[in-house]
């Protein structure tokens, strides 16, 4: 099924989810790594140049997949668990639906204040233009570690949840993952 039920979820929200988690986790993984090959600075420019692609790409998706969740019904947590914690796995679904939206959004920001002025070139197709933010440096190293901060915090919360995703599966062995595949509750 295409959209969520009571008690699944359906297709959309499963396929919005693992592409997108994998995304994410890959563009810190290269968001690290592109800092660290100052001394190469043609790998690093082309380093650069994928990083803003795959992070437009998230954006992108991660601004349908927010209207594809608000625009359909949310599973129930599944049985068994406190009421606070089904509260703080909502809240905690709702900052990353949010993260995935602003962590990309703040290194537009940098891209778009960087006195550097490089194009944004998404995957050599398309340009995209900056938005209207005043350049300077001072606004680029402001956004920069804005962008950094973010974008680590967001990683951090996605480790916690997703170890409490594992904490389900094996300590509680209850269908918490294995929902998020595509398998239906008993
Ligand atoms: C899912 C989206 C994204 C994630 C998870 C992400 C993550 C990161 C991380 C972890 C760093 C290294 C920060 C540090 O160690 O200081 C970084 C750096 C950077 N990112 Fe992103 N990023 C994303 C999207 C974007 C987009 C869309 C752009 C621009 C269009 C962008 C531009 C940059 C730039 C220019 C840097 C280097 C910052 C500097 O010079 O200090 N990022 N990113
Ligand atoms: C290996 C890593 C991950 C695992 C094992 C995992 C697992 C899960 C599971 C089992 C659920 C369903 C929870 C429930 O029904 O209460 C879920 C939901 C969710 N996860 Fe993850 N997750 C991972 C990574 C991520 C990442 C990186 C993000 C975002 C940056 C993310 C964002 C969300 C959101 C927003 C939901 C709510 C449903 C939706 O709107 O898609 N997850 N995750």
Do not use: C
Request: aromatic share 12%.
């Amino acid at each position: 099924m295409l959209r969520n039920t009571r008690g699944s979820y359906g297709v959309g929200t499963i396929a919005f989810h693992w592409t997108i988690a994998l995304l994410f986790f890959g563009q810190i993984a290269l968001g690290y790594f592109m800092q660290a090959v100052a001394d190469r600075p043609r790998l690093q420019f082309n380093l650069f140049q994928w990083h803003k692609s795959f992070g437009f790409l998230v954006l992108a998706l991660a601004l349908l997949r927010v209207a594809w969740a608000f625009s359909g019904t949310r599973p129930l947590p599944v049985a068994g668990g406190p009421r606070w914690e089904a509260a703080v796995a909502r809240l905690a679904h709702r900052l990353l639906l949010a993260l995935t939206v602003a962590v990309p959004l703040a290194g537009w920001a940098i891209a778009s204040t960087s006195p550097l002025r490089i194009p944004s070139f998404v995957f050599d197709l398309i340009v995209v233009p900056d938005l209207p933010l005043a350049r300077s440096d001072a606004m680029e190293a402001f956004w920069s570690q804005t962008h950094a901060l973010l974008a680590y915090g967001a990683g951090l919360l996605a480790l916690a949840h997703a170890g409490a995703a594992l904490h389900h599966h094996f300590l509680r062995r209850d269908a918490t993952l294995m929902r998020m595949f595509g398998f239906r509750q008993r």
